[in-house]
T-cell receptor, first 112, second 113 residues
């Protein structure tokens, strides 16, 4: 199965700094998602993105978060002013037909 | 919103034994129930799924059952092998394409050789 690539694989940032996480999904998919997983915990929904618009977002996805698909291929998640509690693995995902998610390789974000 | 509960949180079995993981959900509108396997440091990977119009589905050593009335579904792994050791997550969603999934807390399965 083709890979869904995320960059960077690991990012360390100072509290209050902005980070941009990138995802290169498999082409020809319309629905994209961002999930996060705090170490040792479950996978939590952040936002879904359809036809270049947010279709649904969770309580976690507050004003500090934004998503874009700036060039029609890459899919980005931006956190404007990071907090310690934003430290987690961030996964982008898409659905493939009527199957479940294909998750990206993940970005480990560490806020210090 | 949807709430998914998963039990047990940890499960240890001997190689060759069966393992069963159970989940319950709260939203009767949920109609799609995937299971993901996550090995240490890796992404979750879909291993099997079931839709609400089906009661059971099997894929080699893995099977999933769904009781829509009781709102619970289970993962069954037979003839477990050490490589089955991982964290398993159940999830529930309304729409496979556009809907978000709500995940359970995960079950850490250890298969002892």
């Amino acid at each position: 199965e083709p890979e869904v690539t995320q960059t960077p694989s690991h990012q360390v940032t100072q509290m209050g700094q902005e980070v941009i996480l990138r995802c290169v999904p498999i082409s020809n998919h319309l629905y994209f998602y961002w999930y996060r997983q705090i170490l040792g915990q479950k996978v939590e929904f952040l936002v879904s993105f359809y036809n270049n618009e947010i279709s649904e977002k969770s309580e976690i996805f507050d004003d500090q978060f934004s998503v874009e698909r700036p060039d029609g291929s890459n899919f980005t998640l931006k956190i404007r002013s990071t907090k310690l509690e934003d430290s987690a693995m961030y996964f982008c995902a898409h659905t493939q037909g009527s199957n479940g998610y294909t998750f990206g390789s993940g970005t480990r974000l560490t806020v210090v | 919103g949807e709430n998914v509960e998963q039990h047990p949180s940890t499960l240890s079995v001997q190689e060759g034994d069966s393992a069963v993981i159970k989940c319950t959900y709260s939203d009767s509108a949920s109609n799609y129930f995937p299971w993901y396997k996550q090995e240490l440091g890796k992404r979750p990977q879909l291993i099997i799924d079931i839709r609400s119009n089906v009661g059971e589905k099997k894929d080699q050593r893995i099977a999933v059952t769904l009781n829509k009335t009781a709102k619970h579904f289970s993962l069954h792994i037979t003839e477990t092998q050490p490589e089955d050791s991982a964290v398993y997550f159940c999830a529930a969603s309304e729409d496979t394409n556009a809907g978000k999934s709500t995940f359970g807390d995960g079950t850490t399965l250890t298969v002892k050789p």
